[in-house]
């Protein structure tokens, strides 16, 4: 079993910046990739980011490219995404998730097999 959970998010004016971390327990994730997921009020939940097992290869979603920056530090068993230029369309639930295979990059929530509560970023015009 592996345990996700979220923290970093909050209320931030429009241009603002906010990291977000998401911390595993139980099984290790570090062979993995790992994903940011966002589900904006009353819309479907959306692919943010994904980063392979050592950090070397990362996606990012159209709408967020050049602004978030994904990482993480196996060390720590800690996926990080760092928010900038935030606008009030960033404003979203934000889950991270473990993805259920080693060798690819997902973009899609169903191969994705362990997920966390979220964490609510909500950006103010």
């Known amino acids: 079993q592996v345990q996700l959970v979220e923290s970093g998010g909050g209320l931030v004016r429009t241009g603002g910046s906010l990291r977000l971390s998401c911390a595993a327990s139980g099984r290790t994730v570090s062979d993995y990739p790992m994903g940011w997921f966002r589900q904006p009020p009353g819309k479907e939940r959306e692919f943010v980011a994904v980063?392979?097992?050592?950090?070397?290869?990362?996606d990012y979603a159209d709408s967020v490219k050049g602004r978030f920056t994904i990482s993480r530090d196996n060390a720590k068993n800690t996926v990080y995404l760092q928010m900038n230029r935030l606008s009030p369309e960033d404003t979203a639930l934000y889950y991270c998730?473990?993805?259920?295979?080693?060798?690819?990059?997902?973009?899609?929530?169903?191969?994705?097999?362990?997920w966390g509560q979220g964490t609510q970023v909500t950006v103010s015009s």
């Open positions: 980063i392979n097992w050592d950090g070397a290869i990362t």
């Open positions: 998730a473990k993805s259920n295979t080693k060798w690819t990059m997902p973009r899609r929530g169903e191969e994705y097999n362990y």
